[in-house]
């Protein structure tokens, strides 16, 4: 939890894609005449619905969504916008009393919202400049200016070194300076901005089964058609998205399905571990006790969130 403010108006649901904390988050909300805020990075683009399993049509219209369905696919929609509108959708419902259940498996877009959090500007032609280096010369560039970058920046990383060396161009600061703010300790404490309380869902090994089917049947439901209908419509963001990125070829007769099936559900299955890794060390998360979805364990889950928070009209 942070301070000020209430803190039980916040709650949030994380974890890893298939969980099933799509099923918490609109049962708690129905029953507590809550928001939800979605903490998906490719929700927010239109048409993008099968593959990014969005909550059907029927079920927003009865539980209130936010940063769901808000800006084209063809469209670049950054980390700091994300967090200038869901902050914004947050404080809207708060200010006049409501509650917010911020639901989703992005743990960067999570900690965009609740914590403190500055993005540093961004610049195409620094960037396009910086992007022919070898990985040797961007690390001699960085270790020119800050001697010390190794210790707060992964110097093996050509984008985050390319990062770094464009964060210092356009403002003078190196990752040492930006690593030693009281911003970045409180970041690196999980000190929260936004008052909230946090639950995990994670059904475990059980996941790795059912990501399988979970994939299979968004292609039983229409999946490759929806790629199909908006292939010429994907932006360089909107085109990386899990599924979309594997089924394009497909769509453009240069793979067969089969493979592109079996490279969405390994790549799926990375996504996981990359989710589940990043949420375990935020230890302000209580891991709730769970199996899978049935409608027993998401009542257990949503009783034991009500209770925590005091949620109880």
């Given at each position: 939890?942070?301070?000020?403010?209430?803190?039980?108006?916040?709650?949030?649901?994380?974890?890893?894609?298939?969980?099933?904390?799509?099923?918490?988050?609109?049962?708690?909300?129905?029953?507590?005449?809550?928001?939800?805020?979605s903490?998906?990075?490719?929700?927010?683009?239109?048409?993008?619905?099968?593959?990014?399993?969005?909550?059907?049509?029927?079920?927003?219209?009865?539980?209130?969504?936010?940063?769901?369905?808000?800006?084209?696919?063809?469209?670049?929609?950054?980390?700091?916008?994300?967090?200038?509108?869901?902050?914004?959708?947050?404080a809207?419902?708060?200010?006049?009393?409501?509650?917010?259940?911020?639901?989703?498996?992005?743990?960067?877009?999570?900690?965009?919202?609740?914590?403190?959090?500055?993005?540093?500007?961004?610049?195409?032609?620094?960037?396009?400049?910086?992007?022919?280096?070898?990985?040797?010369?961007?690390?001699?560039?960085?270790?020119?200016v800050?001697?010390?970058?190794?210790?707060?920046?992964?110097?093996?990383?050509?984008?985050?070194?390319?990062?770094?060396?464009?964060?210092?161009?356009?403002?003078?600061?190196?990752?040492?300076?930006?690593?030693?703010?009281?911003?970045?300790?409180?970041?690196?404490?999980?000190?929260?901005?936004?008052?909230?309380?946090?639950?995990?869902i994670?059904?475990?090994?059980?996941?790795?089964?059912?990501?399988?089917?979970?994939?299979?049947?968004?292609?039983?439901?229409?999946?490759?058609?929806?790629?199909?209908?908006?292939?010429?419509?994907?932006?360089?963001?909107?085109?990386?998205?899990?599924?979309?990125?594997?089924?394009?070829?497909?769509?453009?007769?240069?793979?067969?399905?089969?493979?592109?099936?079996e490279?969405?559900?390994?790549?799926?299955?990375?996504?996981?571990?990359?989710?589940?890794?990043?949420?375990?060390?935020?230890?302000?998360?209580?891991?709730?006790?769970?199996?899978?979805?049935?409608?027993?364990?998401v009542?257990?889950?949503v009783?034991?969130?009500?209770?925590?928070?005091?949620?109880?009209?």
């Amino acid at each position: 939890t942070g301070g000020g403010g209430d803190a039980l108006s916040v709650v949030a649901i994380v974890g890893p894609t298939g969980a099933g904390k799509s099923a918490v988050a609109e049962a708690l909300a129905e029953t507590s005449g809550a928001t939800i805020v979605s903490i998906d990075s490719m929700q927010v683009y239109r048409g993008m619905d099968i593959g990014t399993a969005k909550a059907p049509v029927d079920v927003r219209e009865r539980i209130p969504h936010r940063m769901v369905d808000i800006v084209d696919p063809t469209e670049e929609f950054t980390v700091k916008e994300f967090q200038t509108a869901g902050r914004t959708a947050i404080a809207n419902v708060t200010d006049n009393g409501g509650r917010v259940v911020i639901a989703g498996g992005s743990g960067l877009h999570f900690r965009a919202l609740v914590d403190p959090m500055t993005f540093a500007p961004s610049d195409a032609a620094v960037r396009s400049s910086l992007e022919p280096l070898s990985v040797a010369e961007l690390r001699h560039r960085l270790l020119a200016v800050d001697a010390n970058a190794a210790a707060v920046v992964d110097v093996a990383n050509p984008r985050r070194l390319i990062r770094a060396l464009e964060v210092h161009e356009l403002t003078g600061e190196t990752p040492t300076m930006r690593a030693s703010t009281n911003e970045a300790r409180k970041l690196a404490g999980y000190e929260a901005f936004l008052p909230m309380t946090a639950f995990g869902i994670d059904p475990g090994e059980r996941l790795k089964a059912s990501v399988d089917e979970r994939f299979r049947s968004m292609l039983d439901h229409g999946l490759l058609e929806e790629v199909a209908a908006l292939d010429s419509r994907l932006g360089r963001t909107a085109s990386q998205a899990v599924g979309y990125k594997e089924l394009i070829p497909v769509v453009r007769g240069e793979t067969p399905l089969q493979d592109a099936t079996e490279a969405a559900i390994a790549a799926t299955r990375a996504l996981v571990k990359r989710q589940r890794t990043y949420f375990r060390r935020d230890p302000r998360i209580e891991w709730l006790p769970w199996q899978d979805v049935t409608s027993k364990n998401v009542e257990a889950a949503v009783a034991e969130i009500r209770e925590r928070v005091a949620w109880t009209s």
